[in-house]
């Protein structure tokens, strides 16, 4: 099959000045080449109208699938994270950002730091598989192994594509006319880890006016300890993101009642240094990151297949269809979470007692040197868990290893997208397309039922306890004290107050731990129509073109709790089972210590579109394109209309100007609009960093986000030397945003400080109705610690204004022996302007530029000035060697500056540190060095390709942060130095 298959949802892509160089690894396909002299005028990016790559006006990356294998691009997370126009965006492990919860084996891409939900990706051209519920695009679907290239089109696109597009476009686009047979395969070798590697495999094959390809891939990724990197450990008085003050070995109040009356005696628990903590009287400093880790382990699968016919002189088909999964089946998370409420309420001081009867009482007591239950002081009559969390450092019995709490991930899609193609006449071609995914999402996290932990510490915990007596029938007691474990087992230490035949029995832990989380399915029907061609009206460049078109689409949206412990509908209040707080404001707390449950829900949305479009080439040398598109969402979102023009001029053989102006929007996913909620955590400035339940609220009348978008470029292009500058800008407006929550509770900690190292509460503050607080009340002497939830909700947030520049450079020098190719991107991040931001009418953030800072608790995250990449390319015979070097700007701490932009010195208070810690306030800048060299083999019987490369070359550390981690995840990568070895073999 040799005929070029000419439908837009297969765009060859734009003028490709950043597309570097090209340096094939292997020959082009023969049928590519054959197609592309029959007909180079193709469905560029951003346009529905015909065109050629040298007519673009619009500014695109193109990257072939050999640019790919030249850069060492195993994976779409290794390629987004490369690009210069990218921000922060997830697939790296990073559970401790709100952003990135509950998002383990996702993937995404950023665009301009706008938002993953701003930046469209397509498959050929059509809208490509989102994770459930959450309105991005999962890039780990992905099917690297099929693809022929990858256009980044880094402008607004919502007058051609709709929503989702403000920031721009990424298209994945698979390979057309491929016969033969490709396999392929890498492994990369990482210290500390048993490494990550990969596996493909491609067959395609011409029958007539046939094709038919399927491939298949594989990609595993190890598990990555943080204690295999010493950047991810620093001692409390540095960095105390990473330290909770609720442990085992926690604070207990032991109570005697004595002959002169009750008695009660604080007794904090042994080994908190011993066992790798820092104790600051009365509490033990616990730090759960050596539990955790850098990467998890994951395994990726992905099956595509697609058939291209051409049925007729003047009628094609196509499809392709798409199986993914991505399996997290043990992540790591702290051995247990904290407490933020417990049986009797909210507050994590003193949610739990301990029953005197408890076995290990009479062994604590002894190691405390405490007279024993009816000993002089009497009987002990109750023993108070002041400050606890359940295992701490003596770690989960249920992970003997790691001593880790492990949760699991698992996402899995599949994806169908067919269309045919008619040529009505020599000038009209109509296009009828249909795409439908599915996508499902299992996910949880360990947790601690409290009512359940309650009966264990009295004797009456177990799945097979019978009757009212403790520790019989079944009924087990639960040990809180450090004497239970032989050891920390993340960091390898012997625990020297261990107690042998105290353990925690394993089963007991599973019936009090247990997964608390959701299943999510989204699905999606797109159908478009597209009406392309000449219009028979020429100008003085050439004929007019036109498009016009429809599209439908219809979501549906399900999210249902795993187990009903995590429903809220059957268990609604502070005790499992309990129903007695319904029509309260406690109503849907939940039984868990710390993370919240959900309800079920089902959603659906439809959206309506006409669009069309048309090409005016005015001159010769002088083009103009003008779009417009109408979406109806329906009630309570409505509708909107987007323009969008675009201009290109030849001023001379080697300068070429382009620009675009245009509008363009998204509208609120289902889940924004529905009144229900979700939980996420988040360590809180106001509670000293320590993590707080942040519950997110649907808001019914949010209103589509839009944004006056517009780029002025040029292009000079002189023999082997090219250069393109772009600026761009983004003015929102109704930006969608979930209210800060980290804002909301620093707005009602303004009192004095404590000894805690927070402040008091006001509890006449504006905002204090969305701030649940220990016992339900707020009180004299409540601080920021107490905090236990924090109400957030989506709502259409201030005015942002960005803007920038990219800038793409490359020179060919054919040096006789080979080509060497010297080039570079960067892109300079010029504002990120947020206006102020109220919430009920309170004002909680400033106006503030988010460029140069790590906006660790505010939009849109990390932002860089600079971000660029350079490279030095050789080609020569069958060797194509490549050394590149990716440079991230460093950031500030933008939490270490007051209300007025004065600077806070020291930027961290900590407690029990008197002089504070100013570690991460300038993260400092990120530059990786890589070594690519690629070899194909002298032999006739296959086309062979050797790859080795040294990634990360100096072993470059990530930039410090005071997160959790020690480091930024969003500059650099925590991998540290790597290699790699692949075999791609072509037959």
């Not at 730091?113 to 469209?120: E, I, M, P, V």
């Not at 990482?190 to 594989?218: C, E, H, R, T």
């Not at 219009?535 to 050439?542: N, S």
């Not at 412990?565 to 319904?582: H, K, M, T, W, Y």
Request: aromatic fraction near 10%.
């Amino acid at each position: 099959m040799t005929r070029l298959t000419l439908r837009h949802s297969c765009a060859l892509g734009a003028l490709a000045i950043a597309a570097l160089s090209a340096a094939p690894a292997f020959a082009q396909d023969e049928g590519v080449e054959a197609a592309a002299q029959e007909d180079n005028r193709i469905v560029v990016t951003g346009s529905y109208i015909r065109g050629t790559p040298e007519d673009a006006a619009l500014p695109v990356d193109v990257l072939s699938t050999e640019e790919l294998q030249n850069k060492g691009i195993t994976s779409p997370l290794e390629l987004i994270k490369e690009l210069p126009s990218v921000g922060s965006v997830l697939g790296d492990t990073n559970q401790f950002s709100t952003a990135a919860q509950g998002f383990q084996g996702n993937g995404s891409i950023n665009l301009r730091g706008l938002g993953q939900t701003r930046t469209l990706v397509l498959l050929n051209g059509k809208r490509m598989i989102q994770a459930p519920g959450d309105g991005f695009t999962d890039t780990n679907f992905i099917p690297l192994f099929a693809l022929q290239r990858v256009e980044i089109l880094k402008d607004g696109a919502a007058a051609t594509y709709g929503s989702d597009a403000i920031a721009g476009v990424a298209n994945f686009i698979t390979r057309t006319n491929f016969d033969g047979v490709e396999v392929a395969g890498d492994w990369t070798f990482i210290d500390g880890s048993d490494g990550n590697y990969s596996i493909s495999g491609l067959i395609g094959k011409n029958f007539g006016d046939v094709n038919v390809m399927i491939g298949a891939g594989w990609q595993h990724r190890s598990e990555l300890a943080t204690t295999a990197r010493d950047y991810t450990s620093q001692t409390y008085d540095v960095n105390a993101s990473g330290y909770s003050a609720l442990a085992t070995p926690g604070l207990f109040a032991v109570t005697y009642l004595g002959a002169g009356g009750l008695n009660t005696v604080f007794a904090p628990d042994q080994g908190c240094n011993e066992l790798g903590g820092f104790y600051t009287a009365p509490v033990c400093r616990f730090t759960y990151i050596p539990f955790d880790n850098i990467t998890e382990d994951e395994d990726r699968y992905q099956v595509y297949a697609q058939v291209e016919a051409d049925l007729s002189d003047t009628v094609r088909w196509h499809a392709g269809a798409l199986w993914a999964k991505t399996d997290l089946e043990s992540l790591n998370y702290s051995p247990a979470f904290p407490p933020t409420q417990g049986p009797n309420g909210s507050g994590f001081v003193s949610a739990f007692t301990t029953s005197p009867a408890n076995p290990a009482v009479a062994a604590f007591l002894a190691q405390q040197g405490l007279p024993p239950s009816g000993g002089v002081n009497g009987p002990v009559v109750r023993v108070t868990n002041v400050y606890y969390r359940p295992f701490g450092f003596i770690g989960n019995p249920l992970d003997p290893e790691r001593g880790s709490g492990t949760g699991l991930a698992k996402n899995n899609a599949w994806r169908i997208s067919t269309g045919l193609e008619f040529d009505l006449n020599e000038n009209l071609v109509l296009n009828v397309d249909g795409t439908y995914w599915r996508s499902a999402r299992t996910a949880y996290a360990p947790g601690i039922v409290g009512s359940r932990l309650q009966a264990a510490l009295n004797g009456l915990g177990g799945a097979n306890c019978t009757g009212t007596t403790p520790g019989a029938n079944g009924c087990q007691f639960f040990n809180p004290f450090v004497l239970a474990g032989p050891s920390n087992p993340a960091l390898g230490i012997t625990n020297p107050y261990y107690v042998p035949g105290f353990e925690n029995d394993p089963e007991l832990v599973s019936w009090l731990q247990i997964p608390n989380g959701t299943f999510q399915r989204e699905e999606q029907w797109v159908g478009d129509i597209v009406l392309s061609g000449g219009t028979g009206w020429e100008l003085g460049g050439g004929e007019v073109a036109f498009a016009l078109g429809a599209q439908y689409r219809k979501n549906n949206f399900m999210s249902r709790p795993l187990r009903d412990e995590s429903n809220l509908d059957i268990n609604p209040c502070f005790i499992e089972g309990d129903l007695s707080c319904v029509g309260t404001a406690t109503e849907g707390v939940g039984p868990f210590i710390f993370l919240g449950g959900t309800r079920p829900v089902s959603l659906d949305q439809s959206v309506y579109a006409l669009f069309g479009e048309v090409q005016l080439p005015i001159l010769d040398n002088l083009e103009l394109t003008a779009a417009v598109r109408f979406e109806d969402y329906g009630s309570p979102i409505g509708s909107t209309i987007n323009p969008k023009a675009a201009v290109r001029f030849e001023a001379t053989d080697w300068l070429t100007l382009r620009g675009s102006i245009g509008t363009t929007f998204r509208g609120p996913l289902a889940s924004n609009v529905d009144s229900n909620f979700v939980t996420a955590l988040q360590g809180l400035t106001a509670a000293g960093g320590n993590y707080k339940s942040v519950d997110i609220y649907g808001n019914p009348n949010l209103d589509p986000e839009t944004a006056l978008t517009y780029n002025l470029g040029f292009i000079v292009e002189t023999g082997g030397f090219t250069f393109s500058a772009d600026y761009w800008t983004y003015d929102f407006k109704d930006q969608i945003v979930i209210t800060p929550a980290d804002a909301i509770a620093s707005s009602v900690a303004t009192g004095a400080l404590t000894a805690n190292g927070t402040q008091l509460i006001d509890c006449n503050a504006a905002l204090i109705g969305l701030i649940t607080l220990s016992g339900n009340a707020c009180t004299a002497t409540s601080t920021g610690l107490d905090i236990a939830r924090v109400r957030t909700q989506f709502v259409n947030g201030p005015d942002v204004k960005v803007r920038g520049i990219d800038f793409a450079t490359n020179y060919d020098i054919e040096a006789g022996f080979g080509v060497i190719s010297i080039g570079a991107n960067a892109t300079w991040n010029l504002a990120y302007k947020t206006d102020d931001f109220f919430v009920n009418d309170v004002l909680v953030s400033s106006a503030y530029d988010a460029v140069g800072f790590g906006n660790y608790f505010r939009d849109p995250g990390t932002l860089p000035e600079w971000r660029a990449n350079g490279y030095v390319n050789l080609r020569t015979g069958g060797l194509n060697a490549r050394y590149s070097i990716n440079y991230i700007d460093g950031v500030t701490d933008e939490r270490c500056f007051d209300a007025s932009g004065a600077r806070i010195d020291p930027c961290f208070t900590i407690a029990g540190v008197p002089e504070g810690s100013n570690y991460g306030v300038e993260s400092g800048s990120y530059t990786q060095h890589d070594l690519v060299l690629n070899y194909t083999l002298p032999v006739q019987f296959a086309e062979v390709q050797l790859t080795a490369a040294v990634l990360n070359i100096f072993d470059e550390e990530p930039a410090q942060a005071y997160l959790p981690l020690g480091y930024n995840p969003f500059i650099g990568n925590g991998i540290g130095r790597n290699f790699r070895l692949g075999l791609r073999t072509r037959f």
